[in-house]
């Protein structure tokens, strides 16, 4: 099955400044790949997703890249806010969409430093 | 609130109970995914339904666990004989298969259970 390994863990950074959080999977045959931020006693909320027939995709201060050879692909959000601070989960599936059957990584928990 | 809803949002309940939650998609969505996520790390799928059939479900939904989705409407999750290792955020998704691919999915906020 896919497995989601999701770096680092935690993630500090100053409000303004830009963070970046990657993730690796395994299966080859995976070809959808979102991304959600869930907020303390919320559920997840999707952000951004990249297919596997892109390798980058931007909306706002958030953009999402996609190296299919080397099966990872990464979370970029610029000029930080203190509202951008929660736990940030990546994903894996071959369902091109949705949610059926998404593996995630374990999270990162993002904090913004005033 | 046109969201996905979840009832209840917290439960405590006593080893060897059986607990009943459910779940309101947003109601023109005909897709309905149950998801497990415990203290620290990402959600576990469950399974999920396209209207009323279960299409797929993970090893994880072990026999004590039983999904439904009688109308095509809201959905139950029931655990017979609750153990500790239960415990755990157990989430519902809802998303619409549209052309090629399926729409956004939205989670809800999720049923805490507490196996005591």
């Known amino acids: 099955g896919e497995n989601v390994e999701q770096h680092p863990s935690t993630l500090s950074v100053q409000e303004g400044d830009s963070a970046v959080i990657k993730c690796t999977y395994s299966?080859?045959?995976?070809?959808?790949f979102p991304w959600y931020k869930q907020e303390l006693g919320k559920g997840p909320q999707l952000i951004i997703d990249?297919?596997?027939?892109?390798g980058e995709k931007k909306d706002q201060r958030i953009a999402v890249t996609l190296n299919k050879t080397a099966k990872h692909f990464s979370l970029h959000i610029t000029e930080t806010q203190p509202e951008d601070s929660a736990v940030y989960f990546c994903a894996a599936s071959h369902s091109g969409g949705g949610a059926d059957g998404l593996t995630f990584g374990k999270g990162t928990h993002l904090i913004i430093q005033p | 609130d046109t969201g996905v809803s979840q009832n209840p949002r917290h439960k405590i309940t006593k080893r060897g109970q059986n607990v009943t939650f459910r779940c309101d998609p947003i109601?023109?969505?005909?897709?309905l995914y149950w998801y497990r996520q415990t203290l620290g790390q990402g959600p576990e799928f469950l399974t999920y339904?396209?209207?009323?059939?279960?299409?797929?479900k993970s090893r994880l939904l072990s026999d004590r666990f039983s999904a439904e989705r009688p109308k095509g409407s809201f959905s139950t999750l029931e655990i017979q004989r609750t153990e500790q290792g239960d415990s755990a955020m157990y989430l519902c998704?809802?998303?619409?298969?549209?052309?090629?691919?399926?729409?956004?999915?939205?989670f809800g906020q999720g049923t805490r259970l507490t196996v005591v």
């Open positions: 299966d080859s045959a995976s070809n959808y």
């Open positions: 990249i297919r596997s027939n892109v």
């Open positions: 998704a809802s998303s619409s298969r549209g052309g090629r691919y399926d729409t956004e999915a939205f």
């Open positions: 339904f396209q209207n009323e059939a279960q299409l797929e």
């Open positions: 109601s023109e969505h005909n897709r």
